[in-house]
């Protein structure tokens, strides 16, 4: 059983919008035909075509500033830090 699956990704507007596309078994070849088996003596043949052929479109934006930097955060006052060192 195989298939053959194409997926695509593009970013937009500074990367704030990724869209994603995904085509999934584009020659539909997920399909498992005559397989055979042999169980306890008994053989078996058998074929199964399970449809999972699908397309799926996916958007994500980010939001807000990317820019903004964290502040350099101080905690305790500077005479303890300078002891402590």
Avoid: C, P, W
Wanted: hydrophobic share 30%; aromatic share 10%; charged share 25%.
């Amino acid at each position: 059983m195989y298939s053959f699956d194409l997926g695509v990704n593009k970013s937009l507007l500074d990367k704030s919008l990724q869209i994603s596309l995904l085509i999934k078994d584009i020659f539909n070849t997920s399909s498992l035909n005559n397989y055979a088996s042999i169980v306890n003596g008994v053989n078996q043949v058998y074929g199964q075509n399970r449809n999972n052929r699908y397309i799926r479109l996916s958007a994500s934006y980010t939001f807000g500033n990317n820019a903004i930097k964290d502040k350099k955060k101080n905690f305790g006052n500077e005479e303890e830090r300078r002891r402590s060192n």
